[in-house]
C-alpha cells in the first residue's frame, strides 16, 4: 500500500515539475509587422528650447473656465517632460486657481499639439499666465498669431 502511495506522489511531484517546461515551449505568437521593428531611442533635447503658440481662449464652461491653445515644437529635438502650467490670480496677484497640462510622451520637433487647460471657477479670478516647462532646461515662448496643423493622412 504504501508503495502506491509513494508512486503516486512521485507522478504528481514530477507533473508539477515538469508543467512549466512543458509550457514555457509553446511558441508565441508572431508579432504584427509594424510592429517587429525594434524602437530608435532618440536623445531629448537640453537647453534652452524654443515653442510657439497661439493666443490661449479662455471660455466659462459651467462651472470650469476651459482655456485652450495650439502649440508647436520649434526646438531642434524632442522635449521631455514638456509641461504647460496656468496660473489664475486676484487683483492683488494672490493665486486663485490653475491647472497644468504634461505630454504624455517626448514632444517631437515641428509636432503640433492641442492643450486643454480646465480650471474651477472663483469669483476672485482676474488674470491668467503661463509657464512653459521641460525636464532638461528652460522653454522660451514665442507667440504667433497661427499655427497650421499638419494634415494626417
Not at 109 to 120: A, D, N, S
Not at 124 to 136: G, L, P
Request: aromatic share 6%.
Amino acid at each position: 500500500m504504501k508503495l502506491h502511495q509513494r508512486t503516486v506522489a512521485l507522478a504528481a511531484a514530477l507533473g508539477f515539475l515538469c508543467a512549466p517546461v512543458a509550457m514555457a515551449q509553446t511558441p508565441a505568437p508572431a508579432a504584427p509587422a509594424a510592429q517587429s521593428a525594434p524602437r530608435k531611442l532618440i536623445s531629448p533635447y537640453r537647453g534652452d528650447a524654443t515653442v510657439e503658440f497661439t493666443k490661449p481662449v479662455s471660455k466659462r464652461n459651467g462651472a470650469n473656465i476651459v482655456t485652450t491653445m495650439t502649440i508647436k515644437n520649434t526646438s531642434p529635438g524632442p522635449l521631455a517632460g514638456f509641461r504647460l502650467e496656468e496660473s489664475w490670480s486676484d487683483k492683488t496677484g494672490n493665486l486663485a486657481g490653475g491647472d497644468v497640462y504634461r505630454h504624455p510622451k517626448p514632444f517631437m520637433p515641428g509636432e503640433v499639439i492641442q492643450v486643454k487647460l480646465t480650471t474651477p471657477f472663483n469669483s476672485r479670478m482676474q488674470s491668467n499666465s503661463y509657464n512653459f516647462i521641460h525636464a532638461n532646461g528652460n522653454v522660451k515662448p514665442r507667440s504667433v498669431p497661427k499655427i497650421d496643423v499638419p494634415k494626417t493622412d
